[in-house]
């Protein structure tokens, strides 16, 4: 089993639509990150969190410590969405990020 | 732009040949990864540095590999002896001490 599991693998929705990304973890971690992914593209870093929830423009990020979950939302998708999102946890046991296999997202308009 | 910069963005090389990359992390910065990526995969990690000190090394990095940060600012990767199977996304990150990872646009790598 992975350290770090992602659902849905693919994820297909009309623009508008509330899309939900899962992330759960097997491992103690210090922080868990989001980060997307476009074809061809380098990777951004959409959030950071070691608690709660982190909100910025139309991207929530939730996590919750006990249960070892974390969770990506995204308001009123729109086909720019489109990219890989992938969760990777800072194990707290050495440096390394432990990454989510991703979850392709694609919006149609 | 005082984001991560890698250098090139593509590389396409010949069985065999020696390739290096470059990465300029942010200048605060005192940690640098470096990731591998091939299509359809997520990123490998492949080595750390907190400043000048390479911390980790994965087993995934096979002597053919060597990663340097002499001063602590700038890293470069070298891969000698390239083999098909090197071809992905080589990714560069830094960031501050337990602070959230920036990355680079990475370099794609491709050996034919």
């Known amino acids: 089993k992975n350290e770090v599991e992602q659902s849905p693998q693919n994820l297909t929705a009309q623009e508008g639509e509330f899309i939900t990304i899962n992330c759960s973890y097997s491992?103690?971690?210090?922080?868990l990150h989001w980060l997307q992914q476009h074809p061809g593209g380098g990777i951004v870093s959409l959030f950071m969190?070691?608690?709660?929830?982190k909100k910025h423009g139309r991207l929530i990020a939730t996590i919750n410590i006990q249960e070892k979950h974390s969770s990506l939302h995204i308001t009123a998708s729109h086909p720019r969405d489109s990219a890989v999102y992938i969760c990777?946890?800072?194990?707290?046991?050495?440096?390394?990020?432990?990454w989510g296999a991703g979850t392709k997202l694609i919006i149609k308009p | 732009d005082t984001g991560v910069s890698q250098d090139p963005r593509h590389k396409i090389t010949k069985r065999g040949q020696n390739v290096t990359f470059r990465c300029d992390p942010i200048?605060?910065?005192?940690?640098l990864y470096w990731y591998r990526q091939t299509l359809g995969q997520g990123p490998e990690f492949l080595t750390y540095?907190?400043?000048?000190?390479?911390?980790?090394k994965s087993r995934l990095l096979s002597d053919r590999f060597s990663a340097e940060r002499p001063k602590g600012s700038f890293s470069t990767l070298e891969i000698q002896r390239t083999e098909q199977g090197d071809s992905a996304m080589y990714l560069c990150?830094?960031?501050?001490?337990?602070?959230?990872?920036?990355f680079g646009q990475g370099t794609r790598l491709t050996v034919v």
């Open positions: 990150a830094s960031s501050v001490s337990r602070g959230e990872a920036f």
């Open positions: 200048s605060e910065h005192n940690r």
């Open positions: 540095f907190q400043n000048e000190a390479q911390l980790e």
């Open positions: 491992v103690g971690i210090s922080a």
């Open positions: 969190l070691s608690s709660g929830k």
């Open positions: 990777a946890v800072r194990s707290r046991s050495n440096y390394q990020l432990i």
